[in-house]
C-alpha cells in the first residue's frame, strides 16, 4: 500500500490549491481515503475523508465549506481542493488509508497508512 500527496505550495490568503493523492497497492473496495494535516507545534488534525467510489464526503469544522474531496478511479486517486485559505491552514498535508472515514474523522481510529505529506503555506 503506497499513497503520495502532492500540490502543496505558497499562495496568499483567499487563494486556492489543490492537492493530490496518488495511491497504489489498494482500491476504494479496501481503504477510505483521509486528509489531514500537521502544523509546526499542533496535533494532528483530520480535514476531510471520502469513503468510496460513490463519494461518501466527510469535513471538519474547520474546513467545511471550504474544502471539497472528491476522487477519480477506484484506485483510486483523491483530490482536495482548497479555497478560501487562511493563514491558519499552513501545515503539510497527508493522505491516508483508513478503513472507516466516520470512525477516523471522530475518535481517530482506523488509520492503517500514510504517505510523505506536500507542505501548504498561506500567507497573510
Known amino acids: 500500500v503506497q499513497l503520495q500527496a502532492s500540490g502543496g505550495g505558497s499562495v496568499q490568503a483567499g487563494g486556492s490549491l489543490r492537492l493530490s493523492c496518488t495511491t497504489s497497492g489498494f482500491t476504494f473496495d479496501d481503504y477510505a481515503i483521509g486528509w489531514f494535516r500537521q502544523a509546526p507545534g499542533k496535533e494532528r488534525e483530520r480535514v476531510s475523508c471520502i469513503s468510496s467510489s460513490i463519494g461518501n464526503t466527510y469535513y471538519s469544522e474547520s474546513v467545511k465549506g471550504r474544502f471539497t474531496i472528491s476522487s477519480v478511479g477506484a484506485k483510486p486517486t483523491v483530490y482536495l481542493q482548497m479555497s478560501s485559505l487562511e493563514p491558519e491552514d499552513t501545515a503539510v498535508y497527508y493522505c491516508?488509508?483508513?478503513?472507516?472515514?466516520?470512525?477516523?474523522?471522530?475518535?481517530?481510529?482506523?488509520?492503517?497508512?500514510w504517505g510523505k505529506g506536500t507542505l501548504v503555506t498561506v500567507s497573510s
Open positions: 491516508a488509508a483508513v478503513v472507516l472515514c466516520p470512525t477516523w474523522m471522530a475518535i481517530n481510529d482506523g488509520m492503517d497508512h
